[in-house]
Every structure is written in structure tokens, then in C-alpha cells.
């Protein structure tokens, strides 16, 4: 059974900083791209960033780069996103996912990506 759980978040400050973590299991995760998408209160989940599965290139929006850096640990089969100057508007359900194609290009698309986790809640205070 495929599996991928999500933790590291919580509640901070703006201008804190949360990493949040990726477990996954039940595939060979190191051979597909891995995302981080989010969902706000009440809005759709939207893609954060996404991975090669060979640890480059990566890709993020506009309004998270140069403060998130997402990354992985094959060996380990987890998935990282580094979070530093956290803005209110940062706070959503952070979830990650598995690419449906092996050795691909990352993709921003959510109808890309499969076996999502259960979400990690992030909260940012102003």
C-alpha cells in the first residue's frame, strides 16, 4: 500500500520559519518528481512547488520563491520544504504527492500527481 505522510507544521509567527517533512512508502518514491501543494480556508489546493525526482531541476510560484526551498533525501524516501519568512497568507493544509510518471520533468499540475498525504496544518500570525 502506497503511503506518504506529512508533518512539521504548526503555528508561527510571521517572518518565522516551519520545515515541513514528508514520509514516503510502498513505492520507490526516488524515481518520480514529489510536490507540495496547499489549500486555504474555503479556496482550492493550489500547487507550492515540485522536485525532480533526481533532486533537479525544481520549481515554485512566484509568491513563495527565495523563501521556500523544497528538497528531498531519497535514501530516505522523504520529501522537505524549508519555510522561512512565513506570511499570514502562508497559512493553508500543506500536502504532498507523488508524480504519476516515473523519471519525469516536475510538473505544476494537480491532476499530476497521486497518493496525496492527509495534509499538515500550517498557521501564520501577523
Known amino acids: 500500500q502506497v503511503q506518504v505522510v506529512e508533518s512539521g507544521g504548526g503555528l508561527v509567527q510571521a517572518g518565522g520559519s516551519l520545515r515541513l517533512s514528508c514520509a514516503g512508502s510502498?513505492?520507490?518514491?526516488?524515481?518520480?518528481?514529489m510536490a507540495w501543494f496547499r489549500q486555504a480556508p474555503g479556496k482550492d489546493r493550489t500547487f507550492v512547488a515540485a522536485?525532480?525526482?533526481?533532486?533537479?531541476?525544481?520549481i515554485y510560484i512566484d509568491s513563495v520563491k527565495g523563501r521556500f526551498t523544497i528538497s528531498r533525501d531519497n535514501a530516505k524516501n522523504t520529501l522537505y520544504l524549508q519555510m522561512n519568512s512565513l506570511k499570514p497568507e502562508d497559512t493553508a493544509v500543506y500536502y504532498c504527492?507523488?508524480?504519476?510518471?516515473?523519471?519525469?520533468?516536475?510538473?505544476?499540475?494537480?491532476?499530476?500527481?497521486?497518493?496525496w498525504g492527509q495534509g499538515t496544518q500550517v498557521n501564520v500570525s501577523s
Open positions: 504527492a507523488s508524480d504519476r510518471m516515473p523519471m519525469g520533468v516536475p510538473r505544476r499540475a494537480r491532476d499530476s500527481y497521486e497518493f
Open positions: 510502498g513505492r520507490t518514491f526516488s524515481r518520480y518528481s
Open positions: 522536485i525532480s525526482w533526481r533532486g533537479v531541476p525544481t
